[in-house]
């Protein structure tokens, strides 16, 4: 690999993208996902774009210079290899920041670039770090997201008492549950409850400092280009409460190493630490083993789906918001208590259902009524039945039934050991979602549809016959559908 990083076109160079260009970059997106999985393949590639092929150069190009440099240090070589295989005349590629016109391009060496006649030059500028963009600051806090509008219930009552008794805490009080963990699926309030724990300290004069994993990330990468990692890790290290939200984003081996430092340095000198996370320590992969050692070895709390009850509470007072704005908005209580039976997967979803409510009665003008309340929610519904089960999910609990990794499950080994975990869970796949079998293929590490087929039949013919087998194939379902 010449570089990873280059100049626009100078003039004469042709320009090339056709719809072999497009279909390559398609098919190289599909192995990226399969290879790494749907989450890293969301937070990294989704937004990776391949601008054109110029001679022997991809141009490729990233909404945000945070995404720029985490690609360029981390995924550079593993994108240049499939993109090299799939279009041979590829040896270089050049990977830019867009601007809102044309991508910003990352130069290595000054020069001038000169504009091709046959189009606008594309806007240049250097990616050299600001004076500030090195320098550790909180992510914006929302104003509304405190413990006095935040609405409790039996679902997040345990997760509510210890995030407030670690936000009362006065300054230089020794911790009493380090670090506080907190984990939810989204649309539950992790991140309001964490939130609401740095106000309340901050505003208790303690020093504060809230991250989401993606700042963290951005931050650590610009002070090493800035040459001032010593300073970033003495600010960190000087805080009183360090709160960190996504923590499953955190990717990396350098970065969580610094992470995992920084969480043991503020834990031993009784500085706070509460992170939140879509899931149990146990369950990121992702990270290290005694990181996740560490996380669970304090107070792990779980925000339960929303209760009923407290979904009837939400949305009265959605309802009461809404009707600041839309006096005449009523809705009766016998369809409150319907919408919070039928939408009980998060508070996002009872928003949106507020939100169609309001729709139908201030653009029809009509009552609101049982059958009108059906017809504005039923997409929710349909969302939520039946339960989607994700291939990701399905490699993720069976590997772990199994003890082996997904990454196993994804590579090229045949041993026993990873074999029938890797055909369980392509039955599953086939029999809990609706992914065609080429589809499930390319999730298994671009594996062809016939193999997936001969493991499905496999298993099928196996849990017919062995016992053992199938009840395990039937635990591993009951875990899926929880």
Not at 207 to 235: G, H, N, P
Request: positive net charge.
């Amino acid at each position: 690999m010449k570089s990873s990083e280059s100049l626009s076109p100078s003039l004469g160079e042709s320009a090339l993208t056709t719809p072999d260009t497009t279909a390559a970059w398609d098919r190289v997106k599909r192995r990226l996902r399969a290879e790494f999985g749907e989450d890293v393949f969301s937070s990294w590639f989704a937004r990776l774009d391949l601008d054109e092929v110029t001679d022997d150069m991809a141009r490729l190009s990233v909404p945000t210079r945070f995404l720029r440099s985490w690609i360029q240090a981390h995924y550079a070589d593993k994108i240049l290899g499939l993109l090299s295989a799939e279009l041979p005349v590829v040896a270089r590629l050049s990977l830019g920041v867009r601007s809102a016109v044309r991508p910003v391009v990352a130069a290595v060496r000054p020069t001038v670039a000169a504009a091709e006649p046959a189009r606008p030059a594309p806007v240049l500028r250097s990616v050299e770090l600001t004076p500030r963009e090195d320098e550790l600051t909180s992510s914006p806090l929302d104003r509304r997201m405190t413990f006095d509008t935040f609405f409790l219930g039996r679902s997040n009552a345990l997760a509510h008492a210890a995030a407030q008794q670690v936000a009362k805490a006065d300054p230089g009080e020794p911790a009493l549950y380090n670090p506080l963990f907190i984990h939810s699926a989204v649309g539950l309030g992790k991140s309001h409850l964490i939130q609401a724990v740095a106000h309340l300290a901050e505003g208790r004069g303690r020093r504060v400092l809230y991250l989401t994993a993606e700042r963290f990330m951005y931050s650590f990468v610009a002070a090493l280009k800035a040459q001032t990692a010593i300073a970033f890790k003495e600010k960190l290290r000087a805080i009183d409460l360090l709160v960190i939200d996504d923590l499953q984003f955190l990717a990396g081996k350098t970065l969580q190493q610094e992470f995992c430092h920084t969480l043991n340095a503020l834990i031993d000198a009784g500085r706070q630490v509460v992170v939140a996370a879509d899931r149990l320590p146990s369950e990121l992969e992702a990270l290290e083993e005694r990181m996740r050692s560490r996380l669970s070895g304090g107070l792990v709390v779980e925000i339960a789906p929303l209760d009923e009850e407290l979904r009837v509470k939400i949305l009265k007072a959605r309802i009461e918001s809404a009707r600041v704005h839309q006096p005449g908005f009523e809705v009766p209580d016998t369809i409150v208590a319907y919408v919070a039976h039928q939408v009980n997967s998060n508070g996002r979803d009872l928003d949106g259902a507020v939100n169609r409510l309001l729709a139908h009665a201030s653009l029809s003008g009509a009552g609101m009524s049982l059958e009108t309340a059906e017809a504005a929610i039923r997409d929710l519904v349909k969302n939520r039945e039946p339960r989607r089960v994700k291939i990701e999910d399905i490699q993720r609990i069976v590997a772990k039934h199994y003890n082996v990794s997904r990454a196993d499950i994804l590579s090229l080994r045949r041993t026993a050991t990873v074999v029938k975990p890797r055909q369980v869970a392509m039955y599953l796949s086939k029999a809990l979602t609706p992914r065609s079998l080429p589809e499930i293929g390319r999730r298994f590490g671009g594996r062809d549809h016939t193999t997936v087929l001969h493991a499905v039949r496999k298993i099928e013919g196996l849990v017919g016959r062995d016992t053992s087998l199938a009840e395990e194939v039937e635990l591993l379902k009951r875990l899926l559908s929880e």
